[in-house]
């Protein structure tokens, strides 16, 4: 069990340009969560994934957001035409989902700062 | 539609004094209660979780928590603190069809020497 992990850590776009981050979960965990946390707050659910069908999308997720887990394992999350209020930390959480369980791993996130 | 209100932003105390962070939650369903902490450029780490069964949770690190559904909170504490705990705590529901987690904006823990 190596954890979740995202990738790139940091990422510093110019402003109208498009960014692409990815999501490795927990290897057996079909479920999983991506969140925006902006400074000062606690993090936004966005959406999130059983296997590889998106279940539910926030109405925080326009439509320059688009995200996707082609095999139900790694996912991406890609923002198109980035505006500087796209700038947050970006976390990724699985867990085993339906199972009690209940709780959600989450990895260590993607800064973004759009300037 | 759930909402979680976390009343401190900051609770500053010193080390080996007892702290309480307070959480209150909004819903008309039945929910599932979460802490989580948060350390300086880490992801969140579960801290204890309340599903059913016994109301007072305990959590790593010597958190616990106490369920009340009468007063609609989880208030998370711990009898005596270290520097180490110097963190971010959220406190979170989740939608029970989901499981998305539905967070409060956050309380700083700050322990001083």
Redesign the interface.
């Known amino acids: 069990d190596t954890g979740v992990s995202q990738d790139p850590r940091h990422k510093i776009t110019k402003r109208g340009q498009n960014v692409t981050f990815r999501c490795d979960p927990i290897s057996e965990h079909n479920r999983l969560y991506w969140y925006r946390q902006t400074l000062g707050q606690g993090p936004e659910f966005l959406t999130y994934f059983q296997n590889e069908a998106q279940l539910e999308k926030s109405r925080l997720l326009s439509d320059r957001f688009s995200a996707e887990r082609p095999k139900g394992s790694f996912s991406t999350l890609e923002i198109q035409r980035t505006e500087q209020g796209d700038s947050a930390m970006y976390l990724c959480a699985s867990s085993l989902g339906g199972t009690g369980d209940l709780e959600q791993y989450f990895g260590p996130g993607t800064r973004l700062t759009v300037t | 539609a759930q909402s ?1 209100t976390q009343l401190d932003s900051q609770v500053p105390v010193f080390e080996e004094a007892p702290v309480e962070l307070r959480c209150n939650y909004s819903s008309s369903v039945s929910v ?1 209660l979460f802490w ?1 902490v948060q350390y300086p ?6 801290l204890l ?1 309340y ?1 059913s069964g016994s109301t007072l949770v305990k959590g790593i690190n010597g958190f616990e928590a106490e369920f009340n559904k009468s007063q609609t909170s989880f208030h998370l504490r711990k009898p005596s603190v270290h520097i180490s705990d110097t963190a971010e705590y ?1 406190c ?1 529901v ?1 939608d029970l069809n ?9 309380t700083r823990l700050q322990v001083f020497p």
């Open positions: 979680v599932y989580y450029n880490q992801g969140l780490q579960l979780k599903l959220f979170a989740s989901t499981d998305k987690l539905i967070f409060g904006t956050g």
